[in-house]
């Protein structure tokens, strides 16, 4: 079963928990993750330079906000019963243990990652199945099954590792909470970023023997890969690229189309007691394509592959929906389509920095409706003239409590202003249409 308890809080979750760090700012927030990054670069030498790995020794980098990441320099033997790698030959006697699993401020979720322990001095255990490629281990646990979650936790950080210790492919992925609906939904991509099979940690019973192993993944931020810290400074237009190779065998990019064909337009909707709900969606859908759009309705569940998804989202010109975990899918999205996120009320930094930001680091063209008070159905509940409709911002203080947070997200639905809301519509028609007839 997925996390779901954990799961519909998707980005702002992460935004809570990190507003707890002593912070005062938004810009320091980019300042804490620049020089978190900062401190990454030493695992990009390792291998990227040709220097190999210091031999027999046990070695684990703590000094980040986001991740801890070890390494055990020498042959190792795990023993997944324990979830234990030895070293062999040890020198000296060393034990470390590590959660891999990116979000290292957060207790709660990091107390369901099980530890994973690197020990160098008592004898390894007999190696049953010998592997000539390294080890490279993380959870597929904590907030997974969330799409945001699975992304921004899980497989952007895993690019960021793999393409900054193993650019050649060559290792084998240890998956600690590895179950099978995840390594079913994604088995593209985990097929896509290493030469060799996957080790399922939690069904292995025989020993493995690795060369040597890295336990944990690096992460940059929300949505994020900082170039400056990248061999060949990859970034977030990278990671698109490494999801169009998965999925775009069978989906080729669009022609170019004539002037009168109808752009195509993707709505994200969102329905039941989720919160940030459109109620006046059917009317939406109407101005939208009234305006020229040729709409699809996008409603992404568990049982939606992404292969799926892709092809509807890489093959339109734009994209609209309510902040939430689905709107991660505008990474399939081309570069020059337009995007429009719908923001509800007290929640306009966390949007910009999980979608927003993100956008625009792969070439969409970004806009953003903020709702006014009037379209909240919070204005409903509280009145105009109650703090929780006009000052979100006082509302929640320098952290974000719990009880704060469900009102937004979970009270919060949203009747649109439709002469307000189509003229944005308007001017992201204009924008899709311009793309439409320079890359089909």
């Given at each position: 079963m997925r996390d779901s308890a954990a799961a519909p809080m998707a980005c702002l979750v992460m935004?809570?928990?990190v507003s707890q760090i002593p912070i005062s700012s938004k810009s320091a927030l980019y300042a804490t993750t620049t020089s978190i990054l900062s401190k990454a670069g030493k695992y990009k030498n390792e291998k990227v330079m040709g220097r190999q790995p210091a031999a027999k020794q046990i070695n684990c980098d703590r000094s980040h906000v986001q991740y801890d990441i070890c390494t055990i320099n020498g042959r190792t033997v795990l023993d997944p019963t324990t979830t234990t790698f030895f070293l062999v030959e040890p020198t000296q006697a060393i034990v470390e243990k590590v959660r891999p699993y990116p979000r290292k401020w957060e207790a709660s979720v990091m107390?369901?990652?099980k530890e994973v322990s690197l020990i160098s001095g008592p004898p390894s255990p007999s190696c049953q199945v010998h592997h000539t490629a390294p080890a490279l281990v993380f959870s597929a646990g904590g907030y997974t099954g969330n799409v945001f979650h699975d992304f921004n936790d899980g497989f952007i950080p895993l690019f960021i590792t793999v393409k900054t210790i193993f650019p050649d492919g060559n290792f084998v992925l240890v998956v600690q909470n590895c179950r099978r609906w995840w390594e079913s939904k994604y088995k593209e991509l985990i097929h896509r970023l290493s030469k060799h099979p996957m080790v399922n940690l939690d069904e292995a019973n025989a020993?493995?023997?690795?060369p040597y192993a890295h336990v944990g993944l690096i992460?940059?931020?929300?949505?994020?890969i900082n170039a400056t810290l990248m061999p060949s400074l990859l970034n977030l237009t990278h990671f698109r690229g490494f999801l169009d190779s998965a999925y775009a065998r069978n989906h080729p990019s669009p022609s170019p189309s004539p002037s009168t064909t109808r752009p195509r337009l993707v709505v994200v909707t969102r329905s039941g007691s989720v919160g940030r709900c459109i109620l006046n969606q059917d009317d939406v859908n109407d101005a939208a394509r009234e305006v020229g759009f040729d709409v699809?309705?996008?409603h992404p569940t568990p049982t939606v592959s992404l292969r799926e998804a892709y092809a509807v989202i890489n093959s339109s010109h734009a994209m609209i929906g309510v902040h939430g975990a689905a709107l991660t899918h505008l990474l399939f999205l081309r570069p020059g389509s337009v995007f429009m996120q719908v923001v509800p009320l007290g929640l306009a930094w966390v949007a910009e920095a999980c979608y927003g930001h993100p956008a625009r680091e792969l070439g969409v063209q970004y806009m953003k409706y903020k709702i006014g008070k009037e379209?909240?159905?919070?204005?409903d509940k509280y009145g105009n003239g109650d703090a929780m409709v006009n000052d979100p911002t006082g509302v929640r203080g320098k952290g974000w409590p719990t009880e704060i947070m469900k009102v937004y997200l979970k009270e919060q639905n949203i009747k649109l202003d439709l002469v307000r809301f189509r003229r944005h519509l308007e001017e992201a028609y204009d924008k899709a249409v311009t793309f439409m007839q320079k890359e089909g």
């Open positions: 935004f809570l928990l107390g369901r990652i020993t493995h023997c690795f992460s940059h931020g929300f949505v994020t699809t309705l996008f379209e909240s159905s919070l204005a």
